[in-house]
């Protein structure tokens, strides 16, 4: 489960789609599916999942000084929870 979901993906936007929504984004591994990201995700924060969304994010073309080259490839998966389900990443 731990090899599945990498980290929650905490932004203004995905903090206001927590807010009204109820979903929440994670970076998952690439070749994680829908099931095993909604199972991780039930198991280790103990919430009910509704439905999990994922795309691929695209390389992008980064730059410093003159060397070019590219961000990495990942996947993010966005995750709704049932009514009354939520969690905490920022605590205090």
């Keep these: 489960m ?3 979901i990498k980290r929650p993906i905490i932004t203004e936007k995905n903090t206001l789609k927590a807010n009204l929504y109820n979903e929440y984004a994670f ?3 690439i ?3 829908r ?3 909604k199972h991780a995700v039930e198991k280790l924060f103990d919430v009910k999942v509704l ?3 994922t795309l691929i994010a ?10 070019a080259g590219k961000r ?3 996947k993010k998966a966005i995750v709704k929870l049932k009514e009354g389900d939520k969690f905490d990443f ?3």
């Design 27 to 29: 970076e998952v591994a």
């Design 51 to 53: 439905r999990v969304n």
């Design 31 to 33: 070749n994680a599916n």
């Design 90 to 92: 920022v605590a205090g």
């Design 2 to 4: 731990f090899d599945i």
């Design 35 to 37: 099931k095993q990201i």
């Design 58 to 67: 695209r390389k992008e073309s980064r730059r410093l000084g003159r060397v």
């Design 72 to 74: 990495k490839l990942w």
